[in-house]
């Protein structure tokens, strides 16, 4: 692949002893500064699909698991 202007003119300025041009960017040239989108379809059903459950117990309404049944 072949260079582009850009980059021949960058590589020229840090040859000549001159400032690196990627060393004047700010902190925030990597950084993802786009605003959050609100849910989608999607992420609002799996988010009711799975609000309210406990993990790893089944029976939340108090009910007894087992019924002990005696015979008289």
Do not use: C, V, W
Request: proline share 4%.
């Amino acid at each position: 692949m072949s260079k582009s202007n850009a980059r021949k003119h960058r590589d020229r300025l840090i040859r000549e002893g001159k400032r690196n041009p990627s060393d004047k960017r700010g902190i925030y040239a990597l950084a993802d500064l786009r605003t959050r989108k609100t849910k989608t379809k999607l992420q609002k059903k799996m988010q009711n699909k799975h609000k309210g459950r406990l993990s790893g117990y089944e029976h939340a309404d108090n009910r007894p698991l087992f019924y002990l049944i005696l015979p008289i």
